[in-house]
């Protein structure tokens, strides 16, 4: 699709919003993992879709037309996959489950450099299959620079409960799935599964 001159590569790339030939480009990269998908040649699918990001000591002003490339590449993926049929039915996002998310987060607060460092406070989008649409879940403190903690028994806020760790993602991502959670040694968020 990257460099075909077919009318489905030529719609694949306007779709995704890359050039003939620009094969690393986010939107190619988000349009391989989808057609990866569809066409069954896997199941998992990991693929970086944001890049040059890092903006310690440059300031802030190129950090977002830098992250709406990534956004721009990740919704033209979850377009593709919502309007593709699936042959069990539905569409390939009602069998797909994308998480995304970054290593790190950012401070809510400018450097010296008018930039932002590394944080430990970080978010997390999770969408399709298992998962319940439209549910923000988590905080942070009000100038953000700390996550509040979740009380797992009580299903609600808590300051004598834990902070919400990647394992407790990975334990969401396999309840979506169908699959025992507990290898993770934690609970899932269950707020967020669909029921």
């Not at 790339?13 to 040649?41: E, H, L």
């Not at 590449?73 to 996002?93: I, K, W, Y």
């Not at 970080?122 to 998962?131: D, E, H, P, Q, T």
């Not at 990975?170 to 025992?180: F, M, P, R």
């Amino acid at each position: 699709f990257a460099t075909a001159t077919t009318p489905e590569a030529v719609e694949l790339r306007a779709r995704y919003n890359f050039p003939v030939g620009d094969a690393g480009s986010t939107g190619a990269r988000a349009c391989a993992a989808a057609q990866a998908i569809k066409s069954g040649m896997t199941q998992v699918a990991s693929v970086m879709i944001g890049v040059g990001t890092d903006t310690h000591f440059s300031g802030n002003q190129g950090h977002a037309p830098l992250l709406y490339q990534g956004i721009s590449a990740l919704v033209a993926m979850l377009s593709d996959l919502e309007r593709t049929a699936h042959p069990q039915g539905g569409n390939f996002l009602d069998h797909t489950t994308v998480a995304c998310f970054s290593e790190f987060s950012r401070t809510p607060l400018f450097n010296n450099f008018n930039g932002r460092d590394h944080h430990i406070s970080n978010s997390c989008l999770l969408v399709g299959a298992g998962i319940r649409g439209n549910t923000v879940f988590g905080a942070s403190s009000n100038v953000g620079m700390a996550p509040t903690r979740w009380d797992h028994a009580a299903n609600r806020f808590s300051d004598t409960g834990q902070n919400i760790m990647p394992e407790h993602i990975g334990a969401t991502l396999l309840a979506s799935a169908g699959l025992d959670p507990y290898i993770t040694r934690v609970e899932p968020l269950r707020a967020v599964l669909r029921t």
